[in-house]
């Protein structure tokens, strides 16, 4: 079943400069003052003066108390999300002393980068393996409608939702490559990096969320396999080395055989021939230091 979600979108709120309210606010304050040691209700001899004269005082009190509840500070990267009787009326990103009708709810957002280090999540590779693996994050809020309205607590929706995709990106690929050119966790961290953000700023994308970078910071193996997956390390190792070595080895006798024909220092039979390479194999392929033996007789036999 598709569930359909109304989503919210972000746009601008009609709010005013603090600092033209806030001149406003002290003439009102000013003119309350007047007022209060102007006279008394006494002072006038009729019910409907003493009544205006109530009237004035009372909205002399009253009015700098509500201009005063309608002001709120905001800094660079930091936007209020403001709303009537629960209707969201817009986003006020502008910096500085703002004012806003009193009856307005206003909710400020943090619109700044932010960063996670992820816990370390436990998964299985592309081939099965359990791996441990940790991820950084940099995010910040880029729709702050969809932030505030479209989930219930956008900082744990990005705490829930970095871990998933975490394990989503770390089972597409093995830990290390067996095949040539096959792409790893461990060999290809730019390709990795590039997969984990866009997963993350699709996941993200419903809370008003953007992912600016998004890389791993810890990959090993899970602690039940890591001393066998190091024997195999190990031992890849040593196969390389020596595949290395053979085939330096087979370079080198070819060069010496053909300098020998070339210059006419010695004729070999195949017999011979075969003999000296493999003496000269085990030479150069060998661990140990090998041991001359001087031959003071005659290649011929006798």
């Known amino acids: 079943m598709e569930l359909h979600m109304k989503t919210s979108r972000e746009h601008a709120a009609k709010t005013y400069g603090g600092y033209l309210m806030l001149l406003v606010f002290v003439i009102l304050v000013v003119f ?24 004035q005082l009372g909205l002399a ?16 990267n930091q936007a209020a999300v403001i709303t009537l009787f629960g209707e969201y009326r817009g986003t006020d990103r502008t910096e500085g002393l703002r004012w806003i009708w009193p009856w307005m709810a206003r909710a400020k957002v943090s619109t700044r980068a932010n960063n996670i280090h992820s816990e370390r999540v ?14 950084n994050v940099v995010w910040r809020v880029r729709d702050t409608a969809q932030a505030k309205f479209d989930v219930d607590d956008y900082r744990e929706f990005v705490n829930i939702q970095i871990e998933a995709g975490l394990r989503t990106v770390g089972a ?14 461990r060999g290809s961290a730019d ?9 993350l700023n699709a996941r993200l994308k419903v809370a008003g969320i953007e992912v600016d970078e998004a890389g791993l910071t810890h990959l090993a193996y899970a602690a039940e396999i890591a001393g066998a997956m190091l024997r ?3 031992a890849e190792a040593v ?24 210059d006419n220092i010695i004729h070999l039979d195949d017999d011979r021939r075969a003999a000296m390479v493999s003496n000269l194999m085990v030479v150069l392929c060998g661990e140990r230091d090998t041991q001359p033996i001087v031959n003071a007789g005659s290649l011929s036999s006798r």
């Open 32 to 55: 309350a003052i007047w007022r209060v040691m102007s006279g008394s209700p006494d002072d006038y001899v009729s019910t409907a003066a003493r009544i205006f004269f109530v009237l």
């Open 172 to 185: 597409r690929h093995p830990y290390d490559d067996v095949e040539e050119g096959e792409t790893t966790l």
């Open 191 to 199: 390709i990795v990096n590039g997969e984990l953000q866009t997963e």
């Open 232 to 234: 195999r390390q190990q």
């Open 122 to 135: 436990k998964i299985n590779d592309l081939r099965g393996n359990p791996i441990e693996i940790a991820c």
């Open 239 to 262: 196969i390389a080395a020596r595949s290395k070595l053979v085939l330096g080895a087979v370079s080198m006798v070819e060069m010496a055989l053909a300098k020998l024909s070339e």
């Open 61 to 76: 009190v009253v009015l700098p108390f509500l201009v005063i509840s309608g002001f709120y500070m905001l800094q660079p």
